[in-house]
Structures are given as structure tokens and as C-alpha cells.
């Protein structure tokens, strides 16, 4: 089989100065890519700022014979996503690729929740992705080409005690990726999301015994070939770390149906629980078009 190369393609990596960002610039670097190294350089709950770790990513990828400049501008203000973009278009003339990984911590549980620790987690999370990418999603639909990919989280996906701001933050991403993979369809624009497990300065206290066993390395493959020409997925979502690659989807029951013009009572659906919940015969829908059909279906009988 042919090496995944990318010869020729431009890079926006986000939060690419540590941790797993910093894995994808180098191998995409590796590969050919020219590679936008972008980081704020703060700390892990997002305080802080240098342009010591992007220009770490920068200056190993040089060395190693690559292309890479390094940006220092927050994703979690517009003005940061549009100069973002700018600098790859300044530098490298395009962008093909966003890999949206900048990331920070404020763990707290509901009821301590601040305003402050919600907003600078949906800043940087939620609404960075947003800023990042609307720019870079602009110079993609003129070239026709693009390669997305959005960083959730299990946490948001399957839940985890403590991180309703991370949590709703990295579940609101799985929503922006599935509304744009649908309005980049027609430009072959392709957009996925990945809930990586590994060990990194954000979770080596996390991770507990596990922490060994999954190094950010072992989630590079998966983002390496989602943002390949070769990769014509889009829409998806994948668990990924340690070596295991699994995908995640949202699956929609058979359930149960009250019966034409019926309105049911609420001991109706009591009395049907198990059969609405039953994943027997579950189906992936692409859009809201095939929940849509599900009903359509149901009410024609
Ligand atoms: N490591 C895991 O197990 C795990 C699990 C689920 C999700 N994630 C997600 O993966 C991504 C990468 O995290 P990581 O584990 O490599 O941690 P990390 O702390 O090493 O990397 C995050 C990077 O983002 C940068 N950053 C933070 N705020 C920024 C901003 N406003 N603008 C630009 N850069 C900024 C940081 O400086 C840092 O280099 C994050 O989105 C994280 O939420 C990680």
C-alpha cells in the first residue's frame, strides 16, 4: 500500500506546542506538510501565555528537514481564528487541513461551577473551533479541498464526574462537526472528531494506571489519516488511545409509535419505556433527514 503523504498541503495544528498537537505537527511535517504550529504557550488551565512551546514544535520540525511557523494567537477569540488562517495563507499561500486540539482544564463540579470557569473552557474548546475553522473553511471552499478534524472528549460523549464545562464543550463540538461535514460535503471538504485517550501534561493526574500504556504517539495515526486526501470519511467519530482505534456513533431506536393522530398519555410511555430504549434494530442516521424518514415512516403505518 502507498504512504500517506502530504506533499503540497498546508496545516493549521492548534494547541501544537505539547501533548498530542504537538505528535500530529511533527508527523504531518514528516510527511510533507507545511505546518502552522500554533499555541498560546499558558499553562494547562489556560492562564499564562509564551512563545516558548510552538516554537519548540517549530524549531524540532526544522531540524528534521520540515516546514513549520510557528503562531502564538489564542484560538478563543475571532480575531485569533482569523489570524490563525492568515498566517498559513501568508506563509503557504492555502490551507487544506484544522486540526482543532488547543485545549484547557477548569474541572469543577456543578454546583462550584463558576461563570468564569465555564466561559474560558467554552472560549477555548467550543467557540475557538468555531473561530479557527470558519476562516479556514472559507480558503478551503475555494480550493475545493479540506480535511477537518474536531478533539472531544469521553468525557462530554459518555460523561465524567466534574466536567460539565469541558463536558457540554467537547459535545457541542460532535454538534458543529456533524452540521459541518454536511456543508462541506459539496466542496469535498471532509470533517470528523476524535475523544483520544493519553498521557499528557492536561491528564498524567487523570489517568491513574492506565497513564503508561497510552502516549499521545498511539493517537497520531488516526488523526494522520483523517486529514489525508485518501480519507473520504466524514461525519464520524472515534475513541481513540493506547493502541485501540473504536468508532463512536449516536444510533436512533425503532421506539415505539402511539399510533396515527394519537396523542399518547404519560402512562402510555411508562407503560412502552423499554421498548422506546430498545437498541434492537438501531440505525446511524447521516442528518436529521433520516430521523425525519423514521417518523415519516412511522405516522404513514
Ligand atoms: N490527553 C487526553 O487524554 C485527552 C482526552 C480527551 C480530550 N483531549 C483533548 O485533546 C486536546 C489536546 O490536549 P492534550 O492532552 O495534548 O493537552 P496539552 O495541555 O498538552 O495540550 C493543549 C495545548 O493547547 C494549548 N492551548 C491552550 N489554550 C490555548 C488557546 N487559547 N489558544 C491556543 N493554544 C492553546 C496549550 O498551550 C497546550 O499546548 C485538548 O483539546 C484536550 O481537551 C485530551
Redesign the pocket.
Known sequence: MSEIRFDGRVAII?????????TYALMLAKRGAKVVV?????K?D?TGASTS?ADTTVKEIQEAGGEAVANY????TSE?GKKITQCALDHFGRVDIVI??????RDKTFAKLTPEELEIVL???LK?AFFVTQPAFAAMKENGYGRIVL?????GIFGNFGQTN?GAA?MGLVGLANVLALEGAKNNIKCNVI?????????EQL?GPLADA?M?EHVTPLVTYLVSEGCTLSRECFSV?GGRFARIFVGLTPGWFAGKGKVASAEDVRDHIDQIRNPEGYIIPDSIVQDMQALGAALKG
Open positions: 492548534t494547541g501544537a506546542g505539547g501533548g498530542l498537537g504537538k500554533n499555541d498560546l504557550g499558558g494547562p489556560g512551546m494567537d489564542s484560538v478563543s485569533g482543532n486540539n488547543a485545549g484547557v482544564l472560549d477555548v474548546h475557538g478533539t472531544a472528549s469521553a468525557a469541558y467537547k475523544a483520544p485517550i493519553a498521557k499528557t501534561r492536561m491528564t489517568l497510552v499521545p488511545g
